[in-house]
């Protein structure tokens, strides 16, 4: 019988050697739970109620500094003001500080592809080739194999801090948590007596959501922003938003500092030349039926993006292809770096981060944009491309009154197993998990201790750019 995956958590951030053993398909459902539940010694679930620093903690702001490595200089303060915002910001910016964190915790070496950044704005609704409206995670730069109490911890400690910045306080903040933790440990037991095509074949519709949403005015909202979504076409709304006909020629608007050209003409002609170059290669990585629809498009024009908080600085373009006057593709090139999680979880067995990134939208969405792919720019960076709009639904954390707020924690728990049942062995996860909401209770004391944190780590951001050692640029 083959045993629970060994990962031995480093003291310092070095790569670690880890052993993956073939998935046992012959291994039942009660000696898979059974092994889970024999964890349970090893790791007790009311141990991931801790929180204390270590005495040889990094210096939280050191981490910011050290994640600001190879992104574009004149982009970072940008990084920094956002940031700076509030601790809910900081928290989404700062994936590495809580990669170190969490590589110290207790865990019980099970192995999923974890998505590494799972605060909960990177769970939203978008399209699916059928043009349906799934619920499912969305951001997954930093996704690599890695123990599934990461994910669950940095979505859970998520809830917490977005509930104090939108004023609702802990007892939101706990409720949400364990609504939580309770839908991610439900829906794996769910999981783990489902045939693995059926769990594979699973997805969250958007219009089965709706009608479970508590609160009225919220429902009403949410409907309205549906039905609007799929009515969007990109000629039609995204064309005007974001591109306009200069000289009879069709441009990509300046939006500065978060969309603009490069200056100069020779600037210009070279980044759309390397961004022409990379789409050869980028092409290669797609199934050959959906080059056959890429390559009805004409590249028009390229610019730099300016993305979300995480990934500030790092080279991201948005490339407008047209088939004709009235048929745009916008797709968004952004690169793909090293994951926060790499130092503890072990090195991609991708040669390319673009294409670890796209496998694991692969594995952990239950449907993904088909013109997923990747590619290598000149300088060794690597690249992911996508649409840059499709039908999304971002949700709008910031206006979340308490019941919205637990109720995206049921529906974000209830995803985030899904894509860890997909890839991971859902019966011996939740054999650990067990009946009773002593993981629940863990988790979400677990959080608030770890909100904590951030608003210490926060302030320590505000005391560095008050003194002069960060450059920050505040956006109007």
Same mark, same amino acid.
């Given at each position: 019988?083959?045993?629970?995956?060994?990962?031995?958590?480093? =003291?310092?951030?070095?790569?670690?050697?880890? !052993?993956?053993?073939?998935?046992?398909?012959?291994?039942?459902?009660?000696?898979?739970?059974?092994?889970?539940?024999?964890?349970?010694? !090893?790791?007790?679930?009311?141990?991931?109620?801790?929180?204390?620093?270590?005495?040889?903690?990094?210096?939280?702001?050191?981490?910011?500094?050290?994640?600001?490595?190879?992104?574009?200089?004149?982009? #970072?303060?940008?990084?920094?003001?956002?940031?700076?915002?509030?601790?809910?910001?900081? %928290?989404?910016?700062?994936?590495?500080?809580?990669?170190?964190?969490?590589?110290?915790?207790? @865990?019980?070496?099970?192995?999923?592809?974890? +998505?590494?950044?799972?605060?909960?704005?990177?769970?939203?609704?978008?399209?699916?080739?059928?043009?349906?409206?799934?619920?499912?995670?969305?951001?997954?730069?930093?996704?690599?194999?890695?123990?599934?109490?990461?994910?669950?911890?940095?979505?859970?400690?998520?809830?917490?801090?977005? +509930?104090?910045?939108?004023?609702?306080?802990?007892? +939101?903040?706990?409720?949400?948590?364990?609504?939580?933790?309770?839908? %991610?440990?439900?829906?794996?037991?769910?999981?783990?007596?489902?045939?693995?095509?059926?769990?594979?074949?699973?997805?969250?519709?958007?219009?089965?959501?709706?009608?479970?949403?508590?609160?009225?005015?919220?429902?009403?909202?949410?409907? !309205?922003?549906?039905?609007?979504?799929?009515?969007?076409? /990109?000629?039609?709304?995204?064309?005007?938003?974001?591109?306009?006909?200069?000289?009879?020629?069709?441009?990509?608007?300046?939006?500065?500092?978060?969309?603009?050209?490069? @200056?100069?003409?020779?600037?210009?002609?070279?980044?759309?030349?390397?961004?022409?170059?990379?789409?050869?290669? %980028?092409?290669?990585?797609?199934?050959?039926?959906?080059?056959?629809?890429?390559?009805?498009?004409?590249?028009?024009?390229? /610019?730099? !993006?300016?993305?979300?908080?995480?990934?500030?600085?790092?080279?991201?373009?948005?490339?407008?292809?047209? /088939? *004709?006057?009235?048929?745009?593709?916008?797709?968004?090139?952004?690169?793909?770096?090293? *994951?926060?999680?790499?130092?503890?979880?072990?090195?991609?067995?991708?040669? *390319?981060?673009?294409?670890?990134?796209?496998?694991?939208?692969?594995?952990?969405?239950?449907?993904?944009?088909?013109?997923?792919?990747?590619?290598?720019?000149?300088?060794?960076?690597?690249?992911?491309?996508?649409?840059?709009?499709?039908?999304?639904?971002?949700?709008? #954390?910031?206006?979340?009154?308490?019941?919205?707020?637990?109720?995206?924690?049921?529906?974000?728990?209830?995803?985030?197993?899904?894509?860890?049942?997909?890839?991971?062995?859902?019966?011996?996860?939740?054999?650990?998990?067990?009946? *009773?909401? @002593?993981?629940?209770?863990?988790?979400?004391?677990?959080?608030?201790?770890?909100?904590?944190?951030?608003?210490?780590?926060?302030?320590?951001? =505000?005391? /560095?750019? =008050?003194?002069? =050692?960060?450059? #920050?640029?505040?956006?109007?």
């Amino acid at each position: 019988m083959a045993h629970a995956v060994t990962l031995k958590m480093p =003291k310092s951030r070095h790569p670690v050697n880890v !052993k993956i053993p073939a998935f046992q398909a012959q291994r039942s459902h009660d000696e898979a739970a059974a092994m889970g539940k024999a964890l349970r010694d !090893k790791c007790p679930r009311n141990s991931h109620a801790e929180w204390k620093p270590p005495h040889d903690r990094p210096d939280a702001v050191r981490l910011i500094v050290e994640s600001d490595q190879g992104r574009i200089p004149e982009l #970072v303060p940008i990084r920094h003001g956002r940031m700076l915002q509030s601790p809910f910001t900081f %928290y989404r910016g700062a994936a590495l500080n809580m990669a170190v964190d969490l590589a110290r915790m207790p @865990t019980t070496d099970i192995r999923v592809q974890g +998505c590494g950044d799972a605060h909960l704005v990177n769970f939203r609704g978008f399209g699916t080739p059928e043009r349906r409206v799934q619920f499912d995670i969305h951001d997954l730069d930093e996704t690599l194999p890695a123990p599934w109490e990461w994910d669950v911890k940095r979505l859970a400690a998520s809830f917490v801090i977005a +509930c104090r910045d939108n004023g609702l306080g802990d007892v +939101c903040g706990a409720d949400a948590t364990r609504t939580c933790a309770q839908s %991610y440990r439900e829906h794996m037991i769910e999981y783990s007596k489902m045939r693995v095509l059926d769990v594979w074949y699973e997805s969250l519709d958007a219009a089965d959501l709706l009608p479970t949403i508590r609160d009225e005015d919220t429902r009403r909202r949410a409907k !309205k922003r549906l039905e609007k979504e799929r009515e969007r076409s /990109a000629l039609e709304h995204d064309f005007p938003e974001l591109a306009h006909k200069v000289g009879g020629k069709p441009m990509i608007r300046d939006n500065p500092p978060t969309i603009y050209h490069s @200056t100069g003409e020779l600037a210009r002609d070279e980044f759309h030349a390397r961004v022409r170059e990379a789409f050869g290669q %980028y092409r290669e990585s797609l199934l050959p039926s959906v080059r056959v629809i890429l390559d009805r498009f004409k590249f028009k024009d390229a /610019a730099v !993006k300016v993305v979300g908080v995480g990934s500030v600085g790092t080279f991201c373009a948005v490339v407008l292809l047209m /088939a *004709s006057d009235r048929d745009p593709l916008f797709l968004q090139v952004k690169e793909a770096r090293a *994951s926060v999680l790499e130092a503890y979880a072990g090195k991609s067995v991708f040669p *390319s981060h673009g294409e670890r990134v796209v496998n694991g939208h692969r594995l952990m969405q239950s449907a993904s944009d088909i013109f997923l792919g990747w590619c290598k720019g000149k300088e060794g960076r690597h690249f992911y491309v996508r649409q840059l709009r499709d039908i999304k639904l971002k949700p709008k #954390v910031e206006v979340f009154n308490s019941t919205d707020m637990i109720q995206f924690g049921e529906w974000c728990g209830w995803t985030l197993a899904r894509a860890h049942a997909r890839s991971g062995e859902p019966a011996m996860i939740s054999g650990y998990l067990g009946k *009773s909401d @002593t993981f629940d209770k863990a988790i979400a004391a677990f959080s608030i201790a770890y909100a904590d944190q951030t608003e210490r780590d926060y302030e320590g951001l =505000k005391k /560095a750019a =008050k003194d002069g =050692k960060l450059e #920050v640029m505040m956006e109007r």
